[in-house]
């Protein structure tokens, strides 16, 4: 356990559905990704925070992914118009002041 | 952009050989990592190789950075059955640290 929580641990949707993912970091990690990872493949960025400040979303995979940290904390994933394509195991990591990303253990997400 | 191959995809050994994991990345990268992943699991952070020459050892498994070469090793020794996973290398060291990741290399120690 690495002290990153992430809820729920597994989502299954019908497609065209919203969901939301959150992540809890380790406390005082001021750096938090987002990664989407399909079976077989390593895991892919998608957009991090420095405290609440999103400081790089280019690499969402479409503008139904969204993601926030309103307050520097927590962060939320959401998916908008779920497809069948957004089926993988969503990763949430952060870091402080090393430069470790620490991994929490991951939303699967199923769309049916 | 950064681009991170690995290889062998998939590695079968006996316990107590050893072999190395090969990790080559196409452009300069400040950082190179090393991660396990257990069947259904997350990722366990294993080491950080921060400079040209740098070598860290952790029980069984040792990893290299070679920044001219653009190429880190993972070697391990005398494999055990517990060793078993799927093992990442992943280059960051932009801003922002964003980590590029190579497509993993299944490793399976048989008794």
Same mark, same amino acid.
Request: proline share 4%.
């Given at each position: 356990?690495?002290?990153?929580?992430?809820?729920?641990?597994?989502?299954?949707?019908?497609?065209?559905?919203?969901?939301?993912?959150?992540?809890?970091?380790?406390?005082?990690?001021?750096?938090?990704?987002?990664?989407?990872?399909?079976?077989?493949?390593?895991?892919?960025?998608?957009?991090?925070?420095?405290?609440?400040?999103?400081?790089?979303?280019?690499?969402?995979?479409?503008?139904?992914?969204?993601?926030?940290?309103?307050?520097?904390?927590?962060?939320?994933?959401?998916?908008?118009?779920?497809?069948?394509?957004?089926?993988?195991?969503?990763?949430?990591?952060?870091?402080?002041?090393?430069?470790?990303?620490?991994?929490?253990?991951?939303?699967?997400?199923?769309?049916? | 952009?950064?681009?991170?191959?690995?290889?062998?995809?998939? /590695? !079968?050994?006996?316990?107590? +050989?050893?072999?190395?994991?090969?990790?080559?990345?196409?452009? =300069?990268?400040? %950082? @190179?990592?090393?991660?396990?992943?257990?069947?259904?699991?997350?990722?366990?952070?294993?080491?950080?190789? /921060? !400079?040209?020459?740098?070598? +860290?050892?952790?029980?069984?498994?040792?990893?290299?950075?070679? =920044?001219?070469? %653009? @190429?880190?090793?993972?070697?391990?020794?005398?494999?055990?059955?517990?060793?078993?996973?799927?093992?990442?290398?992943?280059?960051?060291?932009?801003?922002?640290?964003?980590?590029?990741?190579?497509?993993?290399?299944?490793?399976?120690?048989?008794?």
């Amino acid at each position: 356990d690495t002290g990153v929580s992430q809820d729920p641990r597994h989502k299954i949707t019908k497609r065209g559905q919203n969901v939301t993912f959150r992540c809890d970091p380790i406390s005082e990690h001021n750096r938090l990704y987002w990664y989407r990872q399909t079976l077989g493949q390593g895991p892919e960025f998608l957009t991090y925070f420095q405290n609440e400040a999103q400081l790089e979303k280019s690499r969402l995979l479409s503008d139904r992914f969204s993601a926030e940290r309103p307050k520097g904390s927590f962060s939320t994933l959401e998916i908008q118009r779920t497809e069948q394509g957004d089926s993988a195991m969503y990763l949430c990591a952060t870091s402080g002041d090393t430069d470790t990303q620490y991994f929490g253990p991951g939303t699967r997400l199923t769309v049916l | 952009e950064l681009k991170v191959e690995q290889n062998p995809l998939f /590695l !079968s050994m006996q316990e107590g +050989k050893n072999y190395t994991i090969y990790c080559n990345y196409s452009t =300069t990268s400040d %950082r @190179l990592y090393w991660y396990r992943q257990d069947p259904g699991k997350s990722l366990e952070s294993l080491f950080v190789l /921060l !400079s040209n020459g740098a070598v +860290k050892q952790e029980g069984r498994l040792m990893a290299s950075l070679d =920044t001219k070469a %653009r @190429l880190s090793t993972l070697h391990i020794t005398a494999a055990v059955h517990d060793l078993s996973a799927t093992y990442f290398c992943a280059g960051g060291g932009d801003a922002g640290n964003m980590l590029t990741f190579g497509g993993g290399t299944r490793l399976m120690v048989k008794p």
